[in-house]
């Protein structure tokens, strides 16, 4: 199993430009999220999905797409790159029925707006 | 404001002692509590958990200790090992939150030989 993999790993934009990053899992998880991780910062949830088809806003959603056309996959997307974008992103998923609500982690992508 | 605070950036400690590293709470509805560890340029790995009906929880050299009342837990490391340098994230999570976690700001333990 190769877990939660993210594509790319890094990634550099210009201010405007947009671009999506891949999240896929092999796990059959339910549940997938897109963090933003900055300095100081911890954790931040931009979206999640519940299921196949269903995508839902997190803590800090604006400037952020996401879609969930495939069970294993989740797309964040950003349309007009902002400098204050730039950030370490980080894809999860879980299970979805009772607890734990463990969730595992991708590699992460480093993404710089310029 | 943050619901889930780790008031100590970092923590030094030397090889074969004991880290404890301290995490707080405001929302009382949390009732399942997990602690996640990072290494630079990786995703966080899952550490240990606690759900809210218990007050420790222990795997190996890791202990998790949670006070309801005072809404503090704490993660114990013993004994502390070089490998075990890395951030540590405490995160929360309420019944019926589609497991959304919320994550404190993170810890960064180093463990000098």
């Known amino acids: 199993n190769a877990g939660v993999t993210q594509t790319p790993k890094f990634r550099v934009l210009k201010t405007g430009q947009s671009m999506t990053l891949l999240c896929a899992q092999d796990m059959n998880h339910e549940y997938m999220y897109w963090y933003r991780q900055d300095p100081g910062m911890g954790l931040r949830l931009i979206h999640y999905s519940v299921g196949e088809g269903t995508t839902a806003k997190g803590e800090v959603p604006d400037g952020y797409n996401v879609s969930r056309l495939k069970k294993q996959n989740f797309l964040l997307g950003l349309e007009s790159a902002a400098p204050s974008q730039t950030s370490v992103y980080f894809c999860?998923?879980?299970?979805?029925?009772?607890?734990?609500?463990?969730?595992?982690f991708g590699p992460g992508t480093r993404l710089t707006v310029l | 404001d943050q619901q889930v605070k780790q008031n100590s950036p970092s923590l030094s400690v030397q090889e074969g002692r004991i880290s404890i590293l301290n995490c707080d709470y405001t929302?009382?509805?949390?009732?399942?509590f997990l602690w996640y560890k990072k290494y630079p340029a990786e995703g966080p790995t899952f550490l240990i958990s606690?759900?809210?009906?218990?007050d420790k929880n222990e795997d190996g050299r890791f202990t998790v200790f949670l006070n309801k009342s005072a809404k503090h837990l704490s993660l114990h490391i013993v004994p502390s090992q070089p490998g075990d340098s890395a951030v540590y994230f405490c995160?929360?999570?309420?019944?019926?939150?589609?497991?959304?976690?919320?994550f404190g700001k993170g810890t960064k333990l180093s463990v000098k030989p």
């Open positions: 999860a998923s879980s299970y979805s029925s009772g607890r734990p609500d463990t969730q595992y």
């Open positions: 929302n009382s509805m949390f009732d399942y």
């Open positions: 995160a929360a999570s309420e019944e019926g939150s589609q497991g959304n976690l919320i």
């Open positions: 606690i759900s809210s009906i218990k």
